[in-house]
């Protein structure tokens, strides 16, 4: 009996390649060998079914590709009133009817005039470390973990994922200053006679003793220091001669796209009104409903937090957190703002709470989260 | 859906290639996609092995369809005419990415679930697809693209050959020896059960 002779046809008859003499042949070797028909049949049956497609995901990949070609000069419209929404202004608004900005309300508009003059000096380098032999300390966090460190002079250091602290050599004798690209935590052990300083790209700030969070991630939108305890001094890269004094509970937001927008417009014309998103704000700190922890934080309690943030921000929160890329498909969930608490759940269970209370839909593939 | 929608869609891609030809059909066009992009970047993918290139690859092929629709009555096998232009592109691709690499059969990596197929389907796959899962994954990858591409886009022997640069005769042998894996994988994850 050639049993590999039956797979041979039986592969041709299920592509539609065998023919008439090949299928008697089949139905001979089938009856001489009775015991191999019921896994023929059924391998018959998987052979027939085919993967039921997604079609939501077909249609969010469908309106990928009609703004694609609407860019390379192809614009297409269908007869369906939806796909008038390529670049989705009605659901847009729709959105933002549903979820007004409620935070434009503590919003306060300081200083943007007096730093807007001063933009045309905007410096983009990172504070010069001395060339001479000055060695460095550098710690690292990876995406998905977090640390807690100790610096010499007894400070506690808390680091988020995705971040790196350096300081000189020099830290133990008392320049207590470090650099930062990233978010931190800081609880500074006091020394008046000896401030500690964090350097980040955008702003310095300056400490006598206190606990604050830092965070200055190249790829956020803003930079962003928020006091706990005790009072802290920031100072603009752009304006270091002004500077910003914050009291506990308060946090300190410098919009780092507005300074960069508003670069570009100096560098052509003057400014105009569009201008006139806050580059630095005071607001409070955020606490989640019936929470005594600030979101601020949280994350230096194992807790990935977050309030009434746009969707594409807590995506690079969880990006860090998780060490994940995330993707939108579909532009209406940009706009969507999400409140969230997670401690112990994983990647899987955090998305499927955020589906739960806004509808989105994801994909996991590898390390890439397709958001449609 | 079974063999016989499959069977439709080779029709119904000739119907919606004459609409779109001949009427400028944007609805053909974006049912045309509907059909064709989920094969066209799979395929792309398993050589290219980045969702976002075989994505560009397949979105390119597609634009290109739309440019030139008043040709398009031209192309006989359109579906086959995509898939090899997507392996030009995806080896291309590679070229760029390392001057010395040269595609090679067995270097291809196969996604058994595609992306574009529901979740809430492949979630509750039950044991028996699972063990045929597995057995399919199981297969060396030119095995695995070799049933995927009889099984699911119902390419001819003579069309996978022409496309992957093989032999009918080893499509004809490789093909047999994946279904007798599934079909072990069958018998194996049913003995299991009766001696539950």
Known sequence: ?372 | MNANSAQHTEGSIAELQYQIAMYEDASAYKSLFFILFPSLQNFAFSIVKSRVLAEEIASDLMLEVWERRKKLMQIEHLKLYLLVSAKNAAVHQLKQENKQARFSIEDLQVEFVSEYSNPDQTAELHELENSIAAAVKALPPSCQLIYKLAKEERLRYKEIAQLLDLSVKTIDNQLAIALKKIATAIQSGRSEKNIR
């Open chain 1, 1 to 372: 009996m050639n049993n590999d002779r039956i797979w041979i046809l039986q592969a041709r008859k299920l592509s539609g390649e065998a023919s008439a003499t090949e299928l008697k042949e089949l139905d001979h070797l089938l009856l001489l060998s009775p015991e191999a028909q019921p896994i023929i049949t059924e391998v018959s049956i998987h052979w027939k079914e085919l993967p039921a497609v997604d079609a939501d995901f077909m249609e969010a990949t469908w309106l990928a590709h009609a703004s694609r070609m609407q860019q390379k000069g192809h614009p297409i419209q269908t007869d369906e009133p939806e796909l008038n929404t390529d670049n989705y202004p009605l659901e847009g608004s729709v959105i933002s009817h549903k979820f007004p900005l409620k935070k434009i309300g503590f919003v306060l508009f300081l200083a943007a005039a007096i730093i807007s003059v001063v933009l045309l000096l905007l410096p983009t380098q990172q504070k010069p470390i001395a060339a001479s032999a000055l060695a460095q300390t550098e710690v690292i966090t990876p995406k998905g973990s977090r640390t807690k460190i100790q610096l010499p002079d007894g400070s506690d250091v808390w680091l988020n994922a995705g971040t790196q602290l350096k300081y000189n050599k020099d830290f133990e004798n008392g320049n207590r200053e470090v650099y930062l690209s990233g978010e931190a935590f800081f609880d500074v052990v006091r020394n008046p006679a000896k401030p500690f300083v964090i350097h980040t790209s955008s702003m310095d700030v300056k400490v006598l003793g206190t606990q604050f969070n830092v965070k200055a991630y190249e790829e956020d939108l803003t930079t962003e220091t928020s006091l706990i305890k005790g009072s802290v001094a920031v100072y603009l890269n752009v304006a270091p001669e002004k500077e910003y004094l914050l009291k506990p509970n308060q946090k300190l937001i410098l919009n780092n796209n507005a300074l960069a927008n508003q670069q570009l417009m100096a560098d052509k014309q003057p400014l105009s009104k569009m201008d006139l998103s806050p580059v630095v704000s005071i607001q409070a700190l955020t606490y989640a409903e019936a929470s005594e922890t600030d979101v601020e934080s949280s994350w230096t309690k194992n807790i990935l937090s977050f309030e009434d943030e746009l969707f594409p921000d807590v995506a690079r929160k969880m990006e860090r957190w998780y060490n994940v890329e995330i993707q939108f498909r579909n532009k209406k969930w940009e706009q969507q703002y999400l409140s969230g608490s997670f401690e112990k759940e994983n990647l899987t269970q955090a998305l499927k709470a955020l589906q739960y209370s806004t509808g989105f839909k994801y994909k996991i593939s590898g390390k890439t989260i397709l958001i449609y």
